[in-house]
């Protein structure tokens, strides 16, 4: 038989346990049918792409990522500390942008970080850089923002009660600081929410083509639709109109929020949570399909809202904040599982953590469901307990790599030296036999799989402390966290993240080995083309173009 491609002169890391090296791949379709060591052995292909020495693992697959969110913050002022490490030069780039934007028009500046600046920034001073503005200033974790008093005034923040999960911060004086921390940035939705449906499908489309860049070939979005991740409740239709128009170029998992989730009514005894049609996660093909439900416990570690046991090092009376009273979490936790949801519940600090913890016992007593794979996004904060029990309710961790070195000096500030080991575990997990997603939280960090594979090995902050070297793992661990175990979270593993028969041919080919190459090195791995579905989506060098046709 004769396949429509064939492709060669690559080393294959195929994760497949049956042949976990290759020499050549075979794909009909979308999909695998061969791979192989013996050249010999390779059918003929209509297309054979050589692949120049090159090494090729299974497509890269993020398992907690936000396309819109990072998508429409391209278009914004960039904070990041990479760029802007003094107040000065924050307030510098927001007057350039009043400068350039007609008065009344929104400034949005995307990712300072106190840690790196000194402090939050000061109403008075950015009031002068942008007096006939908007201004919002989103912080890096995305869990606070600091709007300037136009916005305050704009809507009535002085006399605004706190929201549950939030906090107007005030001055001595009572008057609004500018900080709006967790759930009290949702009080400025009146104003700057929901994004339009052309400016999703445009973010969108301009994400996709820099995943595909970094050897991306599929995403979950880890909250659509509500809450503080979701960008309008029309999300889910940006992301059937980007389909529609061939700008859905990475295969997109939906986490919808549970926020926007409601009792529905069938008949007798049928009546399920969820939302509307009682589509539920496993809805849809590997394009695009809905998958666990996203429910908040807690905020985060260097905004200081994380939810801790002990209070944070250097403000023991600051335990941070739940987003949800316990009763309430158990409540949609249970409703959620009881409907056949698959869950992934944010909780960073290990206050939040327990609470996640005490409301799964209760429900798998309740109602046991085998391979549920309920999971829980970032466990930030896992002591010893912690681990022993999440381990024994067989949930799946969602722990952030690139975390380390982006954020993990601010997170040794606000932990402290005594549970700084208990910080974004992953040899941990992956010992007692989990499968363990990989994933980066983008935008909130660099996404790109080889920066999270390289922190996954290395753990190295931008200071150059190794944080909690025990929980290191080796590249290849990392490369299946990345692939396969990312798969695995969101039941997608008989479809992707190995490179064997039956399988999508989705796949990024390598400038060298990162299993052989100096681990401090991963980071400087080229992605020299990635392909999904058997077509070349990313091929800077033509590799594709230039196939042999095999007659
Ligand atoms: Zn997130």
């Not at 909250?223 to 309008?232: R, Y």
């Not at 998958?291 to 023991?316: T, W």
């Amino acid at each position: 038989m004769k396949v429509d491609l064939l492709l060669t002169g690559a080393d294959f890391i195929t994760l497949d346990p049956r042949q976990p090296r290759a020499r050549w791949l075979a794909v009909h379709g979308e999909r695998i049918v061969a791979a192989g060591t013996d050249p010999a052995e390779a059918p003929k292909g209509y297309r054979t792409v050589e692949l120049g020495g090159t090494t090729v693992v299974p497509g890269f697959h993020d398992a907690h990522n936000h396309t819109v969110q990072y998508g429409l913050a391209l278009r914004h002022v960039d904070l990041k500390s990479s760029q802007v490490r003094t107040l000065d030069e924050l307030y510098r780039r927001v007057r350039n942008a009043a400068d350039r934007q007609p008065a009344g028009s929104w400034i949005v500046g995307e990712a300072y970080d106190q840690n790196v600046l000194g402090a939050h920034p000061d109403l008075a001073v950015l009031d002068r850089a942008a007096p006939d503005h908007y201004v919002q200033l989103t912080h890096k974790s995305r869990h606070m923002c600091f709007v300037n008093s136009a916005v305050i005034d704009a809507l009535d923040l002085q006399d605004a009660p706190d929201p549950m999960g939030g906090t107007v911060q005030r001055g001595p004086d009572g008057r609004p600081t500018g900080l709006l921390l967790e759930s009290a940035m949702e009080l400025l939705r009146p104003l700057t929410w929901p994004a339009s449906l052309p400016a999703m499908v445009d973010a969108i489309s301009s994400a996709h083509a820099r995943y595909l860049a970094e050897g991306l070939t599929a995403v979950q979005e880890a909250g659509v639709g509500a809450g503080l991740a979701g960008s309008s409740p029309l999300e889910a239709y940006a992301f059937q109109v980007a389909r529609e128009q061939g700008d859905l170029r990475v295969r997109t998992t939906l986490m919808p929020v549970n926020a926007g989730a409601e009792p529905i009514r069938g008949a007798n005894s049928d009546d399920v949570f969820g939302f509307g049609l009682g589509l539920r996660n496993g809805f849809g093909d590997p394009w695009l399909r809905i998958g666990p439900m996203k429910v908040f416990s807690d905020g985060s570690l260097i905004g200081r809202s994380a939810a801790l046991n002990d209070g944070y090092h250097e403000d023991p009376c600051n335990h941070g904040m739940l987003a949800m009273e316990p009763v309430d979490l158990h409540a949609v936790l249970r409703a959620a599982h009881r409907s056949g949801w698959q869950t992934a519940t944010h909780a960073i600090g290990d206050r939040a953590l327990d609470a996640v913890l005490d409301c799964y016992e209760r429900i798998l007593a309740e109602t046991p469901r085998a391979d549920h794979r309920h999971r829980v996004e970032h466990a930030g904060v896992a002591g010893p307990d912690a681990v022993t029990r999440l381990i024994r309710l067989g949930l799946i961790p969602d722990p952030q790599g690139r975390f380390i070195t982006e954020i993990g000096d601010g997170m040794i500030e606000a932990l402290g030296p005594d549970r700084i080991g208990w910080c974004y575990r992953s040899r941990s997990w992956v010992d007692a036999g989990i499968e363990l997603p990989g994933s980066s939280d983008r935008p909130v960090v660099d996404g790109a799989p080889l920066l999270g594979i390289h922190d996954m090995v290395n753990r190295r902050t931008a200071s150059g402390l190794v944080l909690g070297a025990d929980e290191s793992l080796t590249p290849l661990q990392a490369l299946r966290a990345y692939t396969y175990g990312s798969a695995h979270a969101t039941f997608l593993e008989e479809d992707m993240g190995m490179l064997g028969s039956g399988r999508l041919a989705d796949l990024t080919v390598l400038s060298d080995d990162l299993t052989t190459i100096a681990p401090e090195r991963i980071r400087d791995i080229e992605v020299v083309a990635t392909f999904v579905g058997g077509a070349a989506a990313h091929d800077p060098q033509h590799l594709a173009e230039q196939a042999a046709p095999c007659i």
